[in-house]
């Protein structure tokens, strides 16, 4: 039992942390282009247009696979309720996997959604 507890808490700390940060990079991207806090790539840090576009992109995709991940990860979890620890672990283990190529997609959605809007330079086309 408290395995399953422990990876299933493990397993809702990633669609809310996409939940949350996609809510901030949405509604407040960072007010300053830092390579601290933020979507950090090249091509959103060109320039201020395009850092607040690609904060608002990304962070809507963030904000809705989080929201989707959610009730899935949860779903897989209550699947595999009181049974042995290794089937709890592989279903956790393959709901983690789910959930990281999940979290990383976005930087290649918002990369091309980038390089369609900008051109090279930072200009909008």
């Known amino acids: 039992m408290w395995f399953w507890i422990f990876i299933f808490i493990n397993n809702l700390f990633v669609p809310l942390l996409m939940i949350i940060f996609g809510q901030v990079f949405f509604k407040h991207p960072p007010d300053q282009i830092n390579g601290i806090y933020g979507y950090r790539t090249k091509m ?12 608002q992109y990304f962070g809507k995709l963030w904000l809705r696979i ?8 949860v779903l897989g979890m209550i699947c595999v309720y009181g ?24 930087i290649v959605w918002t990369e091309k ?8 330079n930072g200009t909008r086309k």
């Open 83 to 106: 049974r042995d620890e290794k089937q709890i672990g592989i279903v956790g283990a393959a709901v983690l996997i789910v959930q990281t190529v999940m979290l990383l997609m976005p």
């Open 66 to 73: 989080g929201r989707l991940l959610l009730p899935f990860s």
């Open 44 to 55: 959103s840090r060109l320039n201020m247009d395009t850092w607040q576009y690609a904060h």
């Open 113 to 120: 959604e980038l390089r369609k809007t900008f051109k090279q």
